[in-house]
């Protein structure tokens, strides 16, 4: 039987952990090199690089809807803080930098988080929402993604409605694990992001049109069964093409999933799996 880690002990030993985790994020950052993105405008670039929206809310097995509400009210508080960005030459996006704290005090609402692969709810629960959204856009970008986490071992819910590859999601948690992008081009980017009444909305903007357009997708995706437990299997890729030609300049293996389904799905076997 495998040693339990010390934030299993007890939930007293859990906070520890957290805070110990936040404590060193700080004193890392305020040592750092590293310049953030902190400067907005509320005039767009001319360019328009890449724009997205996602669902709100949406059908996740048997959770509370009114998580999905009060994660509605979550983004709202959010969007403002990210929206307008500039990330210059040299500087690094980093999201729970332009957020802060998602507590109870700044309006934030319990909202659904997952963690070691298992639902549960928590004040300001919704955001890797967010971060969906915006390593989504990253990903038909030249910008640098520095720091990504992600709770891919697991298939926690039936598709609904999906528009992105599985695998491609975040996993974010104030603020020892956060969504960094760097700026390693020649010009300036700029992020907008608003909530509807459905959706929740991005733009990815820059100065100068790109040479460059890029495209994700999933190939080889099947559902097998091993030992019992079924898994979603898939390799995600990034090919990026030369927009004048249209040809294929580079194809790039982002991830290969192997992610264990908590759903029913033997009817998304393959009859010589069953």
Request: aromatic share 10%; with cysteine.
């Amino acid at each position: 039987m495998a040693r339990k880690l010390f934030c299993e002990l007890h939930p007293i030993c859990y906070d520890i952990s957290v805070i110990k985790c936040r404590i060193h994020r700080h004193v890392k950052d305020l040592f750092s090199k590293e310049k953030f993105a902190e400067d907005k405008q509320a005039d767009k670039l001319p360019v328009l690089v890449y724009e997205h929206k996602s669902l709100i809310r949406r059908k996740l097995g048997n959770v509370d809807l009114q998580l999905q509400e009060n994660k509605a009210k979550n983004l709202s508080l959010a969007a403002p803080k990210v929206t307008g960005v500039l990330i210059r030459p040299g500087e690094t996006f980093s999201f729970w930098k332009l957020v802060g704290k998602t507590n109870a005090k700044k309006g934030y609402l319990p909202g659904l988080t997952i963690s070691c692969g298992k639902t549960q709810k928590g004040i300001g629960g919704g955001m890797c929402q967010f971060t969906n959204l915006l390593h989504w856009m990253v990903l038909h970008s030249p910008l640098t993604v520095t720091e990504r986490h992600h709770h891919d071992r697991y298939d926690l819910f039936p598709d609904f409605g999906r528009q992105v590859p599985f695998g491609t999601g975040t996993s974010i948690m104030y603020n020892y694990l956060d969504y960094r992008v760097k700026n390693n081009t020649g010009q300036t980017f700029q992020i907008f992001t608003w909530v509807t009444d459905e959706y929740l909305c991005g733009e990815l903007r820059c100065e100068r049109e790109l040479p460059n357009s890029w495209h994700i997708q999933c190939e080889e995706e099947r559902f097998i069964k091993e030992t019992d437990i079924i898994y979603r299997e898939g390799k995600i890729y990034r090919s990026k093409f030369d927009k004048k030609s249209g040809n294929l300049l580079e194809k790039e293996l982002l991830q290969i999933n192997h992610a264990q389904v908590m759903y029913k799905a033997e009817h998304l076997l393959k009859k010589e799996e069953v």
